[in-house]
């Protein structure tokens, strides 16, 4: 819980994300505006290389999204649920039910929730429902003796990557490539983000993993939450962009509710699932 940090190199880039910054404290952001001296006391190990920042003071940071996972897991399990590994390959109608094929099983449900990310869009085409999902690939690198380096998330929004302390490491992850799902790794991109923490952070040192995710993404950058206008048994969930760790309890309270047939807390008319 010790913030986010935003730098800037430049008196010129700190005003151009002014409009930003604007906006984001005219909804409530609390936000505290730096100087050189203020970022060198927070962050003494950063190389000088900025000018001015800001501090999101109330961003906090999981440092591990892989224990959060297994807990939400164990969770499920401990309230009597069932996890099965394997691909959902089918989702079809019955009579007053819905069947999924996956691993080689057929289970019957009263409701089925699509939250397969960047690979809905297999099971909706299956449904006959058309959604216009995407995948915006990022990147990470980690750094797993650098953990300490830093005592809280760090980016340069010039640089497209965030440096994060993390259970396992500095994790330095971010960038933007359109390329679908099944294009290998880049090493260009992962290269690119080596060599800004060269710059940036130097005692990081060379780094290891190296890792590509599939952002799920629409083009308005709403997610998709909602029913098919297929099979009113199916609820879609995906299609939170850059922000789906960020949502992903808001988003299991309203399709808790929708599932369970109450009007939800928030309008989900701009979020359906067949805007486009
Ligand atoms: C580099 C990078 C940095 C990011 N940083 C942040 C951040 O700081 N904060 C934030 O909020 N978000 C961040 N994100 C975005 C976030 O990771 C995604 O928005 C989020 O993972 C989407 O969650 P999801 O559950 O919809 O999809 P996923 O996390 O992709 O999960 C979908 C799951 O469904 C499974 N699946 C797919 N098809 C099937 C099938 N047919 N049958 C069974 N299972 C299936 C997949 O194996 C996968 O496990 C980042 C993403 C990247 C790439």
Not at 40 to 46: C, D, T
Not at 55 to 64: K, N
């Amino acid at each position: 819980h010790d913030g986010c940090l935003y730098l800037y190199k430049s008196e010129a880039q700190f005003r151009a994300a002014d409009a930003e910054n604007g906006l984001r404290e005219r909804h409530g952001v609390a936000m505290e505006r730096l100087d050189r001296a203020d970022i060198q006391g927070m962050e003494p190990n950063l190389a000088p290389l900025y000018h001015k920042g800001v501090l999101f003071r109330d961003a906090y940071v999981f440092s591990s999204p892989r224990q959060l996972a297994f807990a939400l897991a164990e969770a499920v399990i401990s309230g009597g649920g069932e996890i099965v590994r394997g691909e959902v390959s089918a989702i079809e109608p019955r009579d007053n039910s819905i069947c999924l094929r996956v691993a080689g099983r057929q289970i019957l449900a009263d409701h089925a929730v699509v939250a397969a990310g960047a690979h809905s869009r297999k099971l909706t085409a299956s449904i006959g429902d058309r959604v216009l999902l995407d995948t915006e690939r990022g990147y990470h690198v980690l750094f797993p003796q650098a953990g300490n380096l830093l005592s809280r998330p760090v980016c340069y929004p010039e640089h497209g990557f965030y440096m994060v302390p993390m259970a396992d490491g500095l994790r330095a992850a971010g960038t933007v490539e359109l390329g679908g799902l099944a294009a290998p790794l880049n090493p260009k991109r992962t290269a690119m983000i080596r060599d800004g923490v060269k710059m940036l952070l130097p005692p990081a040192g060379r780094g290891s993993d190296e890792w590509l995710g599939f952002r799920p993404s629409m083009p308005d950058s709403l997610p998709v939450i909602g029913s098919s206008r297929h099979l009113p048994r199916v609820t879609y969930a995906f299609g939170h962009g850059h922000l789906g760790l960020t949502l992903s309890a808001l988003t299991g309270y309203l399709v808790s509710q929708l599932v369970a047939g109450q009007p939800p807390a928030v309008d989900l008319a701009p979020l359906r699932p067949d805007r486009f």
